[in-house]
């Protein structure tokens, strides 16, 4: 049996400190009955029919690899001019940078993703309006748990598949040779679209 993983100590309070710790499964069991009310609720009470699931499927998923891309990027590697905005930075991703190899802090803690799932949920209800938001955040939310997953598997398994091979080299550029290219983790397309692996 290996020597215990010494993580990178964040706060003083110790129940701060706990908050930044997660278990790998956390995810699935937070975001699975929520996924499964959202879809047994648009087919059994909004009576969506199954082509129009798999329109929501499609969008749902798609869209996600977008937001995981922006949100990697734009967010997680935010400009971090002032003091404030490096503690928050670092908070946020530059901690799992910091020690990439730390299996507690490979999926987001729940609070923060509830609060970014609450904000993003309200903006697709906007877009979408009521109705067609529950089946497409369903799906969304699949993406993001598809994201945890394959995230936990790139920083923790050798993978044996080519695409998982793939993957994990795409992610490892990331973090060992140049941090600001390679946003994408579940998938490098957006990286092809806008150019961004190198």
Not at 96 to 121: E, K, Q, S
């Amino acid at each position: 049996m290996g020597t215990p993983h010494k993580s990178i100590r964040v706060f003083e309070n110790p129940i701060l400190e706990r908050f930044t710790h997660v278990h790998p499964l956390t995810p699935l069991v937070l975001w699975t009955p929520i996924i499964a009310w959202l879809l047994w609720h648009s087919v059994r009470v909004l009576e969506f029919g199954w082509l129009e699931l798999l329109g929501f499927a499609v969008a749902g998923l798609f869209t996600w690899t977008l937001t995981e891309y922006l949100v990697h990027r734009f967010i997680f590697h935010m400009k971090t001019g002032t003091a404030f905005r490096k503690r928050l930075q670092f908070l946020m991703h530059g901690l799992h940078h910091a020690d990439p190899t730390d299996p507690t802090r490979l999926v987001m803690p729940p609070m923060a993703a509830m609060i970014l799932a609450g904000v993003l949920f309200l903006f697709f209800r906007t877009v979408l309006g009521g109705q067609a938001v529950q089946p497409f955040f369903a799906f969304f939310l699949i993406g993001y748990l598809c994201y945890d997953y394959i995230h936990c598997a790139i920083h923790s398994l050798n993978p044996r598949f080519s695409i998982g091979k793939s993957l994990k080299r795409h992610h490892m550029l990331h973090h060992y040779v140049n941090a600001a290219s390679r946003w994408g983790v579940s998938s490098p397309l957006w990286d092809h679209v806008f150019d961004t692996l190198d």
